[in-house]
Nanobody, 114 residues
Framework: QVQLVESGGGLVRPGGSLRLSCVAS????????MTWYRQAPGKEREWVAG????????TYADSVKGRFTISRDNDKKMVYLQMNNLKVEDTGIYYC???????WGRGTQVIVSS
């Protein structure tokens, strides 16, 4: 049974940082590209970042490029999203997802507010 569990969200001031984590189970983690998405209040879910199975082919949405860093640890079956210089518009629920698969975690909430 595929499971993805996100953690690390919270309330942070603009300019602050958070590190999100996602632990995976139920599939061969090292074989799959992993992605982060987010959904802001009242908006559709949007793609944020992706990382290839061996940490290559790293891509970011333009809105987070230069501020967010995606990484993974295949031994621990974890994918991370380091978020720096957070902005109010980064507020939302952040989800990890197996690329091109319909498996999602429940998400972790990030609130950026002064």
């Amino acid at each position: 049974q595929v499971q993805l569990v996100e953690s690390g969200g919270g309330l942070v001031r603009p300019g602050g940082s958070l590190r999100l984590s996602c632990v995976a189970s139920g599939f061969t983690f090292s074989n799959y590209r992993m992605t982060w998405y987010r959904q802001a209040p009242g908006k559709e879910r949007e793609w944020v970042a992706g990382i290839g199975s061996i940490s290559k082919l790293i891509t970011y949405a333009d809105s987070v490029k230069g501020r967010f860093t995606i990484s993974r640890d295949n031994d621990k079956k974890m994918v991370y999203l380091q978020m720096n210089n957070l902005k109010v518009e980064d507020t939302g629920i952040y989800y990890c997802r197996i690329h091109a698969q319909n498996y999602w975690g429940r998400g972790t909430q990030v609130i950026v507010s002064s």
